[in-house]
């Protein structure tokens, strides 16, 4: 399984591409998706979401997994954060593919054993498990890695009904 992995957020998106059969898995790809500060909110939408179809025509993926919402106390934050989940879940939808949606503490647990793990434990396994040279980098690749590798843990994604 294929699965296109994505940390949402307005400023920069993380994406990842591991392939999975099995215990065994396979780095593919990793990067950002940023947008200007001080562009126009829709406008800054409109490039996660064609940046997205982009890395879906190119890299094919079985699934699509995106980091659930997770915010402590800036409301501010999370709305945008759910703004660039939504263009990216359209994405995924539009092209006929299910998706999955991990809690950034599920994700730990997938990758390290351990729900409460610090960014730097995660990065690390995430380079152990893909067989990576350096940690990936920025973090929220790095992220975006973790959630497509928990999506292949966690097995098929169901497709959503029309």
């Known amino acids: ?20 059969k099995g215990s065994r898995l396979h780095y593919i790809a990793h990067g950002i998706i940023s947008t200007p500060a001080k562009q126009h909110y829709a406008l800054r939408l409109k490039t996660i979401y064609d940046e997205a179809v982009a890395l879906i025509t190119t890299h094919k993926p079985d ?8 915010f402590k106390q800036n409301v501010t934050t999370g709305i945008t954060v759910a703004q660039a989940r939504g263009v990216l879940s359209l ?7 299910p998706i999955g949606e991990f809690s950034p503490t599920e994700a730990k647990l997938a990758i390290t054993g351990y729900g409460k793990a610090d960014k730097k434990q995660v990065q690390e396994m995430i380079k152990m498990l893909l067989n990576l ?10 992220d975006a890695l973790g959630i497509a590798i928990c999506q292949i ?6 497709l959503l009904e029309r």
Not at 63 to 70: F, G, M, N, T
Request: proline share 8%; aromatic share 8%; charged share 20%.
């Open 1 to 20: 399984m294929r699965v296109l992995g994505f940390d949402p957020g307005t400023a920069t998106t993380g994406y990842g591409v591991v392939y999975g």
């Open 63 to 70: 699934a699509v997994a995106i980091e659930k919402l997770y």
């Open 91 to 97: 994405a995924a939808v539009q092209a006929d593919l």
């Open 133 to 142: 040279e350096k940690t990936p980098r920025p973090d929220d690749a790095a």
């Open 153 to 158: 843990h966690a097995g098929p994604a169901q």
